[in-house]
Nanobody, 124 residues
Framework: QVQLVESGGGLVQAGGSLRLSCAAS????????MGWFRQAPGKEREFVVA????????YYADSVKGRFTISRDNAKNTVYLQMNSLKPEDTAVYYC?????????????????WGQGTQVTVSS
């Protein structure tokens, strides 16, 4: 069982930055690939980025490539999402998720555990 708690969301102006964190419970954090997803009002939850178990490989959605950076610290059981050059269309609830398979998952159904989400609002 893995419990995930996101933090770092908030209100920011367009062009600004935020850093999200996702803290995981348990001693098996390094056994999971991690992902960030987001869900805007009235829309389906969508993939943002994933990182493999070691942190050596990442996969980004085209919409955030070049602006967002995922990283992880396995010693701290934490995954981060640095978001730069934010746009109003980035406004959403951001969720982190843990995936027990190998590789980089981008489908919601591949993920085993989810956090409760943190709200990111980008004003124009």
């Amino acid at each position: 069982q893995v419990q995930l708690v996101e933090s770092g969301g908030g209100l920011v102006q367009a062009g600004g930055s935020l850093r999200l964190s996702c803290a995981a419970s348990g001693r098996t954090f390094s056994s999971y690939s991690m992902g960030w997803f987001r869900q805007a009002p009235g829309k389906e939850r969508e993939f943002v980025v994933a990182i493999n178990r070691s942190g050596g490989s990442t996969y980004y959605a085209d919409s955030v490539k070049g602006r967002f950076t995922i990283s992880r610290d396995n010693a701290k059981n934490t995954v981060y999402l640095q978001m730069n050059s934010l746009k109003p269309e980035d406004t959403a609830v951001y969720y982190c998720a843990a995936y027990s398979g190998y590789g980089l998952g981008y489908r919601l159904s591949e993920y085993d555990y989810w956090g409760q989400g943190t709200q990111v609002t980008v004003s124009s």
